[in-house]
């Protein structure tokens, strides 16, 4: 193996919609710094799924916890993850697994990442216990209805999550 695709192999890219991050994604980031040189953490756009934050913002979160934070780099993409591999010449996607129920999404992405790149590997790290029954919609449901997400998002999460969901309803407000 030459010496250039070995320092490919220590980056993983740890993809997700990040809607919002939580100390379970903070958790897999960490422990993966241990194992890779680099963590990129790739904050996914174009999805079907209807993001509570924009791109820009969910990602912007990541990097202003991460500032100066040795090993990770943040960053968003849209379209094929394998694509933006590709052009990044990176090869390992990190994932965290929590729960039995989390098998079948995650097996049909590692095969379907499989099949359009050959090349990448998807490796799983199961969620620390603690973390395991943190999700972002949990969180988001959690603070919509008044209750406090200490010790399952950081503060700064939180606090731009209550901003966010007061806009959301002065919005709705405003329309009627
Ligand atoms: O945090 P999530 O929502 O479970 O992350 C899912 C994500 C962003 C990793 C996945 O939807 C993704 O990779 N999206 C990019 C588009 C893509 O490559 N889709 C094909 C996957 S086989």
Same mark, same amino acid.
């Given at each position: 193996?030459?010496?250039?695709?070995?320092?490919?192999?220590?980056?993983?890219?740890?993809?997700?919609?990040?809607?919002?991050?939580?100390?379970?994604? %903070?958790?897999? /980031?960490? +422990? #993966?710094?241990?194992? $890779?040189?680099?963590?990129?953490?790739?904050?996914?756009?174009? !999805?079907?799924?209807?993001?509570?934050?924009?791109?820009?913002?969910?990602?912007?979160?990541?990097?202003?916890?991460?500032?100066?934070?040795?090993?990770?780099?943040?960053?968003?993409?849209?379209?094929?993850?394998?694509?933006?591999?590709?052009?990044?010449? %990176?090869?390992? /996607?990190? +994932? #965290?697994?929590?729960? $039995?129920?989390?098998?079948?999404?995650?097996?049909?992405?590692? !095969?379907?990442?499989?099949?359009?790149?050959?090349?990448?590997?998807?490796?799983?790290?199961?969620?620390?216990?603690?973390?395991?029954?943190?999700?972002?919609?949990?969180?988001?449901?959690?603070?919509?209805?008044?209750?406090?997400?200490?010790?399952?998002?950081?503060?700064?999460?939180?606090?731009?999550?209550?901003?966010?969901?007061?806009?959301?309803?002065?919005?709705?407000?405003?329309?009627?």
């Amino acid at each position: 193996m030459s010496e250039k695709e070995n320092r490919k192999m220590k980056s993983a890219i740890y993809p997700g919609s990040f809607d919002p991050l939580t100390y379970g994604h %903070i958790n897999i /980031i960490n +422990r #993966g710094r241990k194992i $890779f040189d680099r963590v990129v953490v790739a904050v996914a756009g174009n !999805m079907s799924k209807n993001t509570t934050f924009t791109i820009d913002e969910r990602a912007d979160i990541i990097k202003e916890l991460f500032r100066g934070v040795k090993g990770v780099e943040v960053v968003s993409f849209r379209g094929l993850l394998v694509n933006y591999m590709s052009r990044r010449g %990176i090869r390992t /996607i990190l +994932r #965290g697994l929590r729960t $039995f129920s989390d098998f079948e999404y995650e097996f049909q992405m590692a !095969m379907g990442n499989k099949k359009l790149a050959q090349e990448v590997e998807t490796l799983f790290m199961i969620t620390e216990g603690e973390y395991s029954y943190i999700s972002s919609s949990i969180i988001k449901e959690i603070v919509a209805l008044g209750g406090s997400a200490r010790g399952m998002v950081p503060p700064l999460v939180e606090k731009k999550l209550r901003e966010k969901l007061r806009a959301e309803r002065a919005a709705v407000k405003r329309g009627r």
